[in-house]
Antibody
Framework: QVQLVESGGGVVQPGRSLRLSCVVS????????MYWVRQSPGKGLEWVAF????????YYVDSVKGRFTISRDNSKNTLYLQMDSLRAEDRAVYYC???????????WGRGTLVTVSS | QSALTQPRSLSGSPGQSVTISCSGN?????????VSWYQQHPDKAPKLIIY???KRPSGVPDRFSGSKSGNTASLTITGLQSEDEADYYC????????FGGGTTLTVL
């Protein structure tokens, strides 16, 4: 069955960096676009980034442009989110999700919590 | 881009029907055929329940249906059940992806 497992979250000081990973199984990773979506505590969902199946196209929400980088290693079935210059407002649970259909997030992982605090 | 507007909370009794609205504008919901809805139970990952405005993934009960009129999309749940108590989010693609603020549905 389709599984997505995020890791790499933790507590980090403002201005520092963190790299999240999402290991997938149960489907051909290299055939699907992938997303990162975050959810601040007690808040709604926010799309963060998208990467096409081959990594050739990447898109970001304005608030993370220039600070976050989405990437993938299709040989390792792994999606990444490199987060630099972290801010307090980046504190959230970060989910990875698979692109199903054109613009749909059809399977989600259980998320990893990122806390930015001094 | 601003979040889509959803009612913060709704409630209904078992067996009743409820409709959750998702309002945008003519740069997102109004021009998009790619509206989706997600159900999220506490401390769980979101689950896709409607995509492309009105399509249901396999395994999602036909009690869930989606529609759109103008700048507003809607999710209707008929025959409410206790397990429908959850948070619901709409999402629209129109160049980028934007989610609604979420609606907490309580089954009384």
């Amino acid at each position: 069955q389709v599984q997505l497992v995020e890791s790499g979250g933790g507590v980090v000081q403002p201005g520092r960096s963190l790299r999240l990973s999402c290991v997938v199984s149960g489907f051909t990773f290299g055939s699907y676009g992938m997303y990162w979506v975050r959810q601040s505590p007690g808040k709604g969902l926010e799309w963060v980034a998208f990467i096409s199946y081959d990594g050739s196209n990447k898109y970001y929400v304005d608030s993370v442009k220039g600070r976050f980088t989405i990437s993938r290693d299709n040989s390792k079935n792994t999606l990444y989110l490199q987060m630099d210059s972290l801010r307090a407002e980046d504190r959230a649970v970060y989910y990875c999700a698979r692109q199903g259909g054109w613009y749909v997030l059809d399977y989600w992982g259980r998320g990893t919590l990122v806390t930015v605090s001094s | 881009q601003s979040a889509l507007t959803q009612p913060r909370s709704l409630s209904g009794s078992p067996g009743q029907s409820v409709t959750i609205s998702c309002s945008g504008n003519n740069s997102d919901v109004g021009v998009s055929n790619y509206v989706s809805w997600y159900q999220q139970h506490p401390d769980k990952a979101p689950k896709l329940i409607i995509y492309d405005v009105d399509k249901r993934p396999s395994g999602v009960p036909d009690r869930f249906s989606g529609s759109k009129s103008g700048n507003t999309a809607s999710l209707t749940i008929t025959g409410l059940q206790s397990e429908d108590e959850a948070d619901y989010y709409c999402c629209s693609y129109a160049g980028t992806w934007v989610f609604g603020g979420g609606t907490t549905l309580t089954v009384l």
